[in-house]
């Protein structure tokens, strides 16, 4: 199935009382694999996780660590892509180069790639002369 395919449809399954936005998304690991997550949102409201995250979580759990390509789709004037924060959540686990597909339920669609979206990405190499445990 197309990766966008896969995100419309999970996103059917979103839990989301309070905005009433249902996102999906889905992400291709280098195995081939693809894993799905759509938005939870949670009465205390900053609780609630996005779909991107949620994908993120499948794919860890299901023991993998390596985003080839990553799709979004919401039901939206425009292709909606994932908030800052998913930016770098993504990051940790896609290259610069990862090409991020954005979607609307009506068939528009945009691609970047994931260092279009997130320039200036803190990264491993910040951390160069951190000491764990110090
Ligand atoms: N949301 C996502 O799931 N992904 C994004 O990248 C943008 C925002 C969700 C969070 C919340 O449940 C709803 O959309 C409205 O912000």
Do not use: W
Request: proline content about 7%; charged content about 15%.
């Amino acid at each position: 199935m197309d990766l966008i395919d896969t995100a419309r449809a999970v996103r059917e399954n979103a839990h989301v009382p309070y905005s009433g936005f249902k996102v999906g998304a889905a992400i291709r690991t280098a195995s081939g694999a693809v894993f799905a997550g759509c938005n939870v949102e949670n009465l205390a409201y900053p609780q609630g996780t996005c779909a991107e995250a949620g994908a993120i979580a499948a794919m860890c759990a299901g023991g993998e660590r390596v985003i080839t390509e990553i799709a979004v789709i919401a039901d939206a004037p425009m292709p909606v892509p994932p908030c800052g924060g998913c930016r770098q959540k993504l990051r940790e686990f896609a290259g610069p180069d990862v090409a991020v597909i954005m979607a609307t339920t009506d068939g528009a669609q945009t691609v970047m790639t994931l260092g279009e979206l997130l320039p200036g990405a803190f990264e491993p190499g910040h951390m160069a002369r951190a000491t764990p445990g110090a």
